[in-house]
């Protein structure tokens, strides 16, 4: 079973849809939680840290779930510029090791 | 941008021959992580290099080594290239500092091709 697990998809939504993604892990250790985005052919980057009351920003929610080991991104009025791969991180101990999944292919069509 | 780059961009290189990749970690920062990338994956932890000492090793077969000078910059070697080994590598660096769990800022990558 593999650390982090996320469906690939693709997701392909119309503008102005909301999409949720989900992610689970395996490690009932893990300390912190994020979301990275990473454009074709780019370095991933980070969108936003995940923590347990949730959190907003502008258009996207994050939310983590410590007793499921589950974390969700939703994110609503989707932008065409918002096509990319969402990948879903854990640091799983205080070495800075971060363990990511396979990422969700989000496609937005005009 | 981050900061981070990477030489070089792009490489090819035959299956048995050796590889070294090059990353300048962002000013400030004191720690390197390198993370292997394949097609349609996400990156995979190989090490991380703090104040020029392994701190943390993935599960890479020894041919993966690295080293961290004492700007902080950082090399990635790989030995005895397999075909598996074509990926983009990313280097990610950051300020570990105690109690924090720092934020990683990656650098453009070098696409490895093994032919």
């Known amino acids: 079973r593999k650390e982090v697990e996320q469906d690939p998809g693709p997701f392909n939504v119309p503008e102005g849809a909301t999409v949720a993604f989900n992610c689970t892990y395996s490690?009932?250790?893990?300390?912190?939680f994020f979301w990275y985005r990473q454009d074709c052919r780019k370095e991933p980057k980070l969108l936003m840290s995940?923590?347990?009351s949730g959190n907003e920003d502008g258009r996207f929610t994050a939310q983590l779930n410590r007793a499921s080991q589950y974390i969700s991104l939703l994110i609503r009025d989707s932008k065409l510029s918002d096509s990319a791969t969402y990948l879903c991180?854990?640091?799983?101990?205080?070495?800075?090791?971060?363990?990511f999944g396979q990422g969700t292919t989000l496609q937005v069509k005009p | 941008e981050t900061g981070v780059t990477q030489s070089p961009t792009h490489l090819i290189k035959t299956r048995g021959q050796q590889v070294t990749l090059r990353c300048s970690s962002q000013s400030g920062h004191n720690t390197v992580s390198w993370y292997q990338q394949a097609l349609g994956q996400g990156p995979q932890f190989i090490f991380q290099?703090?104040?020029?000492?392994?701190?943390g090793r993935g599960n890479f077969p020894p041919r993966f080594s690295g080293l961290q000078f004492p700007n902080y910059s950082s090399e990635l070697n790989v030995n005895a290239l397999e075909l598996d080994d074509s990926a983009l590598y990313l280097c990610?660096?950051?300020?570990?500092?105690?109690?924090?769990?720092?934020?990683?800022?990656f650098g453009p990558g070098t696409r490895l091709t093994v032919l």
């Open positions: 990610a660096s950051s300020l570990v500092a105690s109690g924090r769990t720092p934020e990683q800022f």
């Open positions: 995940v923590y347990s």
């Open positions: 290099y703090y104040r020029e000492e392994e701190n």
């Open positions: 490690n009932s250790a893990s300390q912190s």
């Open positions: 991180v854990v640091n799983s101990g205080n070495t800075g090791k971060l363990i």
